[in-house]
């Protein structure tokens, strides 16, 4: 049984090194999705609030009209808004454009889910891990070893939290630019749709 318990031990020890290593990639992996978040926090403010207003002013014509005038901030919707006016004839192929955009914004708010869940799971392992050591050190009396081993198991606490917390807020605001993005499209396209029907 000790043979076990000490191949357990010597397995989870060595696993701390890759916990770490996977911790540090994916803070660093959280603090780009934290700069383009940003990027993309400005493009919003400068197209998305001038688009919603000229809808709500009834001028969605216009707003069509005018998309080349937003190319110069890059925008998903600005992208897609192009798509639907290009193919305003095709009703099967309006469709797909909404599908596409529902499929292109679930891989977007994967990279934050991934970061919600991975975080704080690397966080606990690093945790854990360092945790037996440092039991050890104190039932030896080794009271520097247990230190070192308890500065590691809280570090890899507090980052794996950050990363989790980077993961969630971003999620929590893309999902409603998501939903904000797609309802401009579904009344473009549902606009297109009545006009047809009209003539």
Do not use: C
């Given at each position: ?20 290593i ?8 959280s ?9 993309t ?5 400068k ?23 937003n ?8 992208e897609y ?7 305003s ?7 797909k454009?909404l599908?596409?955009?529902?499929i ?12 919600v869940?991975?975080g704080?799971?690397?966080?606990l ?8 050591p440092?039991l ?9 070893s ?54």
């Amino acid at each position: 049984m000790d043979f076990i318990t000490n191949i357990l031990y010597w397995l989870s020890t060595g696993l701390l090194i890759p916990v770490t290593i996977f911790l540090i990639y994916y803070l660093l992996r959280s603090l780009i999705l934290v700069g383009s978040f940003y990027g993309t926090h400005i493009s919003r403010n400068k197209v998305n609030v001038k688009l919603n207003r000229q809808i709500n002013e009834g001028k969605a014509e216009e707003m069509m009209a005018g998309l080349e005038n937003n190319t110069k901030h890059p925008s998903h919707l600005i992208e897609y808004l192009l798509r639907i006016r290009s193919h305003s004839n095709d009703s099967i192929m309006l469709g797909k454009i909404l599908g596409d955009y529902e499929i292109e914004s679930a891989k977007e708010l994967d990279r934050s889910k991934l970061l919600v869940k991975i975080g704080p799971m690397l966080g606990l392992m690093g945790t854990l891990i360092p945790m037996g050591p440092a039991l050890v050190g104190l039932a030896t009396g080794d009271v520097a070893s247990m230190a070192s081993n308890m500065q590691v198991a809280f570090s890899t606490t507090v980052v794996g939290i950050i990363i989790g917390a980077v993961g969630f807020i971003t999620l929590q605001i893309k999902q409603r630019w998501i939903a904000d993005d797609m309802n401009i499209l579904q009344y473009i396209v549902e606009s297109i749709d009545e006009k047809k029907h009209e003539n």
